[in-house]
């Protein structure tokens, strides 16, 4: 059974920043690619960044292109959201997903999944970190 396990959300003001790590346990690292999601209130949740199994290759969100950044250490089972110059409208709660290489081999196809697409295309998530940006 695979887990994910979410931290470094919390409350941050306009222009700060948060790095959110998301500790995987139960499959090797290799075989799946992973991303981060977010849902605000009210909001379908959305894809924010997509890694691809090695690490080489990412997607994001038009929204936050140029202030996150997604990588990910297979050593330790890791991958991480370094999110800078956040917006009150970064608030949301952030979800780690993962999806099995022979259903999403690359992050482009994670990361272009609508709400009801992913409901159904990811196979694992974590439970969420808040995030909540004041102005």
């Known amino acids: 059974q695979l887990q994910l396990v979410e931290s470094g959300g919390g409350v941050v003001q306009a222009g700060g920043s948060l790095r959110l790590s998301c500790v995987v346990s139960?499959?090797?690292?290799?075989?799946?690619?992973i991303g981060w999601f977010r849902q605000a209130p009210g909001s379908d949740r959305e894809a924010v960044s997509c890694?691809?199994?090695?690490?080489?290759?990412?997607d994001y969100a038009d929204s936050v292109k140029g202030r996150f950044t997604i990588s990910r250490d297979n050593a330790k089972n890791t991958v991480y959201l370094q999110m800078n110059s956040l917006k009150p409208e970064d608030t949301a709660v952030y979800y780690c997903?993962?999806?099995?290489?022979?259903?999403?081999?690359?992050?482009?196809?994670?990361?272009?999944?609508?709400?009801?697409?992913?409901?159904?295309?990811?196979?694992?998530w974590g439970k969420g970190t808040l995030v909540t940006v004041s102005s």
């Open positions: 890694i691809d199994r090695g690490g080489s290759s990412t």
């Open positions: 139960g499959f090797p690292s290799d075989v799946y690619t």
């Open positions: 997903a993962v999806a099995f290489h022979q259903r999403i081999t690359t992050p482009q196809e994670m990361c272009i999944m609508t709400h009801a697409e992913s409901a159904i295309g990811i196979d694992y």
